[in-house]
């Protein structure tokens, strides 16, 4: 764990540092939360079981909810999505990012702060107040989630929500573990073809409308801001 975090730190960035997202004006477009139903998806708040969050309700712009309506259609008949979490409070976006400053820096007592800072903001963005450069979740637009099959049964994607190291990355296994790179790239393509884009350091997040969206479409604004700023 150790030595892979330590690669992590040194050659990569989380979302709010890649080039060219700072430049993305916010043009919200006020689309409302809309609480998302268990009987349309898999509802699993892990936030909330875990101590994060004091509610196991989950959250989205009702736009995203449309989409995943509409990708839920191309699934096997019988599959669904799995969804962890969607719309974040800074106040839970700010106990997820100490939490995991204060795990690392226990593992890398040597590292200093500004190497925590990047290695923690690979996987937790900055519970940021600046209304121009929110964190992904707390704009609502941005979902974590899997597959489940007709039984209810997770497909395996080759590591567990959550699991902070580089077999996160969405291609970690396209040279290495066939079965799990194929389930990713089918999550991948089905909400892809909604118009949703994936943070490749994480196969379980994905997003419309907020400024990573934009940044990897080649747009100048995003649709989706802070709900709380």
């Keep these: 764990m150790k ?5 992590l730190h040194k050659n990569n960035m989380g979302i709010l540092d890649k080039v060219g997202i700072q430049n993305i004006e916010i043009i919200d477009c006020g689309e409302k939360l809309e609480v998302l139903s268990a009987s349309e998806f898999v509802l699993s708040p892990m936030y909330y079981r875990w101590g994060f969050s004091d509610t196991e309700v989950i959250k989205l712009r009702s736009g995203l909810i449309e989409k995943l309506r509409s990708a839920k259609k191309s699934l096997k008949p019988g599959w669904n999505f ?5 719309y974040r409070t800074l106040y839970t976006q700010n106990l997820l990012y100490e939490d995991y400053w204060n795990r ?9 702060d500004a190497e925590l800072k990047k290695a923690v903001e690979i996987f937790v963005s900055f519970p940021s107040k600046d209304p121009s450069l929110p964190a992904p979740h707390n704009t609502g637009a941005a979902v974590d989630l899997t597959l489940v099959d007709e039984n209810g049964k997770d497909i395996q994607m080759g590591t567990d929500f959550d699991e902070f190291n580089l077999r996160s990355y969405t291609d970690h296994f396209a040279d ?4 799990f790179h194929q389930s990713r790239m089918l999550l991948k393509k089905v909400l892809e073809d909604l118009g949703f884009v994936n943070y490749h350091e994480e196969w379980w997040h994905f997003s419309y ?3 990573e969206w934009a940044r ?7 649709v989706y801001g802070s709900m709380k700023l």
């Design 104 to 112: 690392l820096k226990k593992e890398n007592p040597e590292w200093s």
């Design 209 to 211: 409308g907020d400024q």
């Design 3 to 7: 030595e892979l975090e330590g690669k």
């Design 216 to 222: 990897q479409n080649g747009l100048h604004q995003a």
């Design 82 to 86: 799995k969804i962890w979490d969607g």
């Design 176 to 179: 290495t573990e066939t079965v």
